[in-house]
């Protein structure tokens, strides 16, 4: 099943090296990462690519959103994913919005960026951000990176 995804993180105030964008600061809170599953396997590999990397670090980055995955100071509490063959992934960004991270997960389309901050729990406001794009929202939670997040 192809999709969009939102991964949700829970972390401490950290400066972390994220490729190009250099040394970033991000603020203790929550942070949510916009990314899509278009490709071969769709939502299940993408998010269990993600997944695996947050429970085990153990492979070298790729993407800016696997800085995150591989620090310490970032928790992966869930993933909200919503099924679809468009392209909708700088729609979900823009609905999502807010206090963003210039730059981050987004060198491929002309978004600010793709990772977003808020201060307090932000799973209805995502849910609610799939809705208001046309997608039906399922959200998947866990208090800690070694429960699996099946999609």
């Not at 085990?56 to 696997?66: F, I, L, Y």
């Not at 509490?77 to 963003?100: K, S, W």
Request: aromatic share 8%.
């Amino acid at each position: 099943m192809r999709g969009i995804y939102c991964l949700v993180f829970q972390n401490r105030a950290a400066t972390l090296r994220v490729g190009a964008l250099g040394e970033v600061a991000f603020r203790e809170g929550w942070h949510l990462y916009v990314g899509s599953a278009q490709g071969p396997g769709g939502l299940g590999a993408r998010v269990g690519r993600h997944v695996r990397l947050a429970e085990k670090r153990d492979r070298n980055p790729r993407w800016h959103v696997d800085r995150l995955l591989l620090s310490e100071t970032f928790v992966l509490r869930g993933v909200v994913c919503g099924a679809t063959e468009d392209d909708l992934e700088c729609r979900l960004a823009a609905a999502i919005g807010g206090e963003a991270i210039e730059g981050f997960g987004c060198s491929d389309c002309r978004c600010f960026s793709h990772l977003f901050y808020r201060p307090d729990d932000p799973f209805t406001g995502v849910a609610d951000a799939f809705t208001s794009i046309g997608l039906d929202p399922h959200i998947k939670k866990t208090n800690m990176v070694g429960c699996h997040l099946n999609v």
